[in-house]
């Protein structure tokens, strides 16, 4: 079975440019997460998404936002990017149909720097 | 507010020298308790999930275990391919926390041929 995919691997952008983040789940699996990573807070919950809707989501401002499509695929979007956007931003999917407490499977991330 | 604590935040050892690693967590109730293992430049990888006290899961050198307030990642008879980040992350109760994973910082692991 293959896993979690994400693209692109590395995205170099300037402040005040937008990104979006593409993430392919394991086949079958309905819930997708997204985390951002950073040596100072490690690894923080950005949303989660289950059948095309956000059930969840952390503490992030309103710059950063997601959606899921029908076949389970998920993107992110980060608005005005500012320099402390600089991370690993990792999608997590799962097969949990309606629980939480399932493991989740990650994808090998996408490194944004912002400049 | 929930948490989780993760020490030592680095660990040296030989090869063959067995240790552990522990997970303090604080959460209002626990829907799991779940092991990573990341290498750098890499997404985490599963090891394991915990739902209740008591509870041991075992994979090859690597052991977990469970109690009411932290959790153990015992590692036996290391080898230097084990070194890497291992991350502990839990699921509170609640619809609230549905897919939420809450990580503590990690602990890096060196193992010296």
């Known amino acids: 079975k293959a896993g979690v995919t994400q693209t692109p691997r590395y995205l170099i952008k300037t402040r005040g440019q937008q990104v979006t983040l593409s993430c392919s789940p394991i086949?079958?699996?309905?819930?997708v997460s997204w985390y951002q990573q950073t040596p100072g807070q490690g690894l923080q919950f950005l949303f989660e998404?289950?059948?095309?809707?956000?059930?969840n989501k952390g503490n992030f401002p309103g710059r950063f936002s997601g959606r899921q499509f029908s076949n389970s695929r998920s993107e992110m979007n980060v608005s005005t990017l500012e320099l402390g956007d600089s991370a690993l931003y990792l999608c997590a999917s799962s097969s949990t149909s309606g629980g939480a407490g399932d493991e989740q499977f990650f994808g090998p991330g996408t490194r944004l720097t912002v400049l | 507010e929930d948490q989780v604590t993760q020490s030592p935040e680095a660990l040296r050892l030989q090869e063959g020298e067995s240790s552990s690693l522990n997970c303090s967590y604080t959460?209002?109730?626990?829907?799991?308790l779940f092991w990573y293992r990341q290498d750098p430049g890499k997404g985490p990888e599963f090891l394991f999930t915990?739902?209740?006290a008591g509870e041991e899961k075992e994979k090859e050198r690597l052991k977990a275990t469970l109690t009411k307030k932290e959790s153990f990642l015992h590692i036996t008879a290391p080898k230097p391919e084990d070194s890497a980040t291992y991350l502990c992350a839990v699921i509170p109760n609640g619809s609230g926390n549905t897919g939420k994973l809450i990580f503590g910082q990690g602990t890096t692991l060196q193992v010296k041929p």
């Open positions: 998404y289950f059948s095309e809707t956000q059930r």
């Open positions: 959460v209002s109730g626990l829907r799991g």
């Open positions: 086949s079958g699996h309905r819930s």
């Open positions: 915990l739902y209740s």
